[in-house]
T-cell receptor, first 113, second 114 residues
């Protein structure tokens, strides 16, 4: 079993709709979770981080964390063509020296006008 | 505030050669991590430096080495290059090495091995 699982997509979303991305992780003790957006040929850009169970909202983005079920999700409201990118889920494992990130393979999102 | 900068942006090498990649951390950040990202995959952790000391290492062979300087900039060295080393190499910095600290990435160095 991979440490972090994401659906590779592509997830096709009409402009203005909600894009829903999911990520499951295997290490039950993980504490810190991050969502990065990566445009083709570019480096990852941090868009959200969440540490506690529940929802965290920032603009059009909402991250949801459920530690009991070991999943974290990202909602993108009012999706725009500029949201078309690969979204990477990552976590910082417990007990690891430092804050190394373990990434999933990413979900490719396509927002169609 | 200056972000994370990496050099060079692109590099072409041949098998068996050695390469050095450089990274300047974001202002105020003392922790630098290096990642390798193959095409179509998520980044893989190589190692991290905190205040000039290695602070964790991923599943990479010893020919991947690094260091961090007193100004918290960092180098990644790869010896005896192999074709599979072709990838995007990413440097990320954080305020410190605590697990909850977000990491911010530079633009990366794209390394091609012929």
């Amino acid at each position: 079993q991979k440490e972090v699982e994401q659906n590779s997509g592509p997830l096709s979303v009409p402009e203005g709709a909600i894009a829903s991305l999911n990520c499951t992780y295997s290490d039950r003790g993980s504490q810190s979770f991050f969502w990065y957006r990566q445009y083709s040929g570019k480096s990852p850009e941090l868009i959200m981080f969440i540490y506690s169970n529940g929802d965290k909202e920032d603009g059009r983005f909402t991250a949801q964390l459920n530690k009991a079920s070991q999943y974290v999700s990202l909602l993108i409201r009012d999706s725009q063509p500029s949201d078309s990118a690969t979204y990477l889920c990552a976590f910082s494992p417990p007990g690891a020296a430092g804050n190394k990130l373990t990434f999933g393979g990413g979900t490719r999102v396509l927002v169609k006008p | 505030e200056t972000g994370v900068t990496q050099s060079p942006t692109h590099l072409i090498k041949t098998r068996g050669q050695q390469v050095t990649l450089r990274c300047s951390s974001q202002s105020g950040h003392n922790t630098v991590s290096w990642y390798q990202q193959a095409l179509g995959q998520g980044p893989q952790f190589i190692f991290q430096y905190y205040r000039e000391e290695e602070n964790g290492r991923g599943n990479f062979p010893p020919r991947f080495s690094g260091l961090q300087f007193p100004n918290y900039s960092s180098e990644l060295n790869v010896n005896a290059l192999e074709l599979d080393d072709s990838a995007l190499y990413l440097c990320a910095s954080s305020l410190d090495g605590q697990g909850y600290q977000p990491q911010h990435f530079g633009d990366g160095t794209r390394l091609s091995i012929l």
